[in-house]
């Protein structure tokens, strides 16, 4: 469904993406995982049309979309949530929603957008308690539902989510997790990035690591979770030990 | 005249009244800066000669046809003249710093004011009044006043709940809302930015024009009024809170009445150091403007 091919990108003259592979096929969620600075947030932007790509290549449902301007890239079905989840914060929450199907106007009705609104709401209840109440009043993990129930308006086929859990109790974190998992199950394809590899690996079917601007491990959920550099570099698990 | 004169409740009243009409102006000059500024960030110093331009088309187009067309067509022709300077000047620049865009505002603006001293003249020009004469006035609480100003308030008003209706309830408001709140952002949602802030640029000329067209028979037009116009509309704007257009209005109306009432006590050589006068003031001592918060200013990057 989306497959990246050698793809450098970056900001003025710093290269962040030193030639990344990597491809999520239908139905999957995908976790990439990595620290701090790896080009992550890069990747997606770089997909998603907002960071341009100097070189390689991206592709959508087989159609190449690398520096497609962002507004087409989300029409096409290939939303993304963006870092710091980048609400409306002087919009109401409907609007903000609303707003989220305007990738889709003249392409549906009125009832087909409302029919998803319920859908959202369906997902994560609290954003029908609180649809009159301007989004930069919502709590973190509020805004952070609301940002994905936004990208989900605009019906994609494929949702990239970046950092979902950052600055989140456990607890809502939990709630997201399983609404990702509950999406996947309606047919949703989902690529995930995070810092928290452990719950991001617990719901991937497979997953890459991203290290300096390039995919170092790549396998199964299950393969990176035993895996010992994943290990000791991202699940906080430190096997050899110094009396060893 | 001399301050006793303040104490005289109908003059009072009657120089407040043409205070409320300048400032009528000055509001919708600043609103139109409000417009752009939310969804660019840049300061649009043109506006004043989108004012100028509506009211020279009008006037010239209003030898041909009914005034109420002239108006329409000028504010049509103002709309489009603003899609195009912001597609050729604005446009394609890439990643341009706001202080580089408000400085091509500036070149833009003395560009049009020359290009309509050769369009025109340097003359001064004048639409006729809406209805009625020249002379022919109504009273308006006991003071006489022309009937323009009847057309100048309602102008403010149709163009404030216009504009309110517009940004809360059209899904195109609300993508431009949208754009100027987190434009990447926006970008994500599929709103074509670009296209918003073209549309912004050609809102703020459709609305300075008709500013001009409403106002020319009372202070009427000159090839050069935009400058001192763009510098009390931005006054104003400081003075409400920049990106806040309600809040222009009130500053826009406060500005008009202390000019006029300046102008009572006998300063009118003055008149145009108040409105400076107040912007220095609410600059050093309220940069986020009267009604403005401390908290959204300090997000602005002007």
């Known amino acids: ?244 | 005249m001399d301050p006793a004169l303040l104490l005289d409740p109908a003059l009072l009243w009657k120089f407040c009244l043409a205070g409320l009409a300048v400032g009528s102006i000055y509001a919708i000059v600043a609103i139109g800066f409000n417009i752009i500024y939310n969804t660019t960030g840049i300061i649009n110093f043109a506006q004043g000669e989108f004012v100028v331009l509506g009211a020279m088309t009008a006037i010239s187009l209003a030898g041909h046809m009914p005034l109420a067309a002239a108006v329409a067509l000028a504010v049509l022709a103002t709309m489009l003249a603003g899609a195009l300077i912001e597609i050729v000047f604005i446009r394609w620049l890439k990643d341009a710093s706001v202080l580089r865009l408000v400085i091509i505002t500036i070149g833009v603006s003395i560009l049009m004011r020359e290009g309509m001293l050769h369009a025109w003249d340097e003359k001064m020009h004048a639409l006729p009044h809406f209805s009625g004469t020249e002379t022919s006035s109504i009273a308006i609480l006991g003071a006489s006043c022309p009937p323009q100003y009847l057309w100048v308030f309602g102008t403010l008003a149709v163009i404030v709940a216009g504009l309110s209706l517009f940004f809360k309830l059209t899904v195109t408001g609300r993508a431009m809302r949208a754009c100027a709140a987190n434009r990447t952002a926006a970008r994500l949602c599929g709103i074509n930015a670009k296209a918003m802030v073209t549309l912004s640029f050609m809102l703020s000329a459709g609305i300075g024009a008709l500013a001009g067209c409403v106002t020319s028979p009372i202070t009427q037009t000159q090839y050069d009024m935009g400058a001192p116009l763009a510098i009390k509309g931005f006054t104003v704007a400081i003075v409400g809170g920049l990106g806040n257009s309600v809040a222009a209005v009130g500053a826009g109306l406060l500005v008009g009445v202390l000019e006029s009432l300046s102008v009572m006590i006998g300063c009118s050589t003055y008149q145009d150091g108040v409105a400076v006068a107040i912007l220095m003031a609410i600059l050093v001592c309220k940069p986020s403007g009267l009604f403005g918060s401390a908290e959204a200013a300090a997000l602005k990057e002007f």
């Open chain 1, 1 to 244: 469904m989306l497959r990246v091919l050698n793809l450098e990108a970056g900001y003025g003259n710093l290269r962040v993406l030193k030639g990344v592979s990597m491809h999520v096929s239908p139905g999957e969620i995908v976790a990439l995982i990595g620290a701090n600075g790896a080009g992550k947030t890069t990747l997606l932007g770089a997909i998603a049309g907002v960071v341009r790509a100097t070189d390689g290549e991206i592709a959508f449902d087989g159609r190449t979309i690398r520096n497609a301007p962002a507004e087409k890239i989300v029409s096409l079905g290939c939303a993304l949530v963006p870092e710091g989840r980048q609400i409306f914060a002087p919009l109401s929450v409907q609007e903000n929603l609303m707003l989220g199907a305007y990738a889709r106007r003249g392409r549906e009705g009125r009832a087909a957008a409302h029919a998803r609104l319920e859908e959202v709401r369906g997902l994560f209840g609290v954003l029908g308690e609180r649809q009159r109440q301007l989004a930069g009043t919502l709590s973190g993990g509020e805004q952070q539902m609301l940002a994905i129930g936004r990208a989900l308006m605009s019906a994609p086929r494929c949702i990239m989510m970046d950092e979902p859990s950052m600055g989140i109790a456990p607890k809502v974190v939990k709630e997201i997790f399983g609404a990702v998992v509950r999406l996947r199950g309606k047919g949703l394809t989902v690529l995930l990035v995070e810092q928290n590899a452990k719950a991001a690996l617990a719901i991937a079917d497979r997953g890459y690591v991203l290290e300096a601007g390039r995919i170092v491990i790549e396998g199964s959920a299950r393969d990176l979770l035993d895996n010992r550099d994943v290990q000791r570099a991202y699940l906080g698990k430190e096997y050899r030990r110094i009396d060893e």
